[in-house]
């Protein structure tokens, strides 16, 4: 049984930072290190958009307009780990922010479409 597991969110200042983890385990067939993965965020009343995906050995990355140069995703293999470090948050950072394990490795869409694992969530609440 697959298991997508975040952790890190929680309550902050804007200005302020947080890192983000994610841990996949039980994956059959292909293995972390041959999945792209990314982070997802939805705030209530919105749809769901991709923030950052990492192909399998980190070597390409995407992201949202509105977080390049705040945010930056990586990647431990050994780990089966998925960061992702927030800087200057802002208050329209604020949502849900979701882990993903894609079918296979990523090639640069990063929605929501082409990942077949996810997580519960982990809340980020930017204050003004």
């Known amino acids: 049984q697959v298991q997508v597991v975040e952790s890190g969110g929680g309550l902050v200042q804007a200005g302020g930072s947080l890192r983000l983890s994610c841990t996949v385990s039980?994956?059959?067939?292909?293995?972390?290190?041959?999945?792209?993965v990314g982070w997802f965020r939805q705030a209530p009343g919105k749809e769901r958009e991709g923030v950052s995906c990492?192909?399998?050995?980190?070597?390409?990355?995407d992201y949202l307009d509105s977080v390049k140069g705040r945010f930056t995703i990586s990647r431990d293999n050994l780990k089966n780990t998925l960061y992702l470090q927030m800087n200057s948050l802002k208050p329209e950072d604020t949502a849900m922010y979701y882990c993903?394990?894609?079918?296979?490795?990523?090639?640069?869409?990063?929605?929501?479409?082409?990942?077949?694992?996810w997580g519960q969530g982990t809340q980020v609440t930017v204050a003004s």
């Open positions: 993903a394990a894609g079918y296979g490795n990523y090639y640069g869409d990063c929605t929501a479409g082409n990942f077949v694992y």
């Open positions: 039980g994956l059959t067939g292909l293995t972390f290190d041959d999945r792209g």
């Open positions: 990492i192909s399998r050995t980190g070597s390409y990355t």
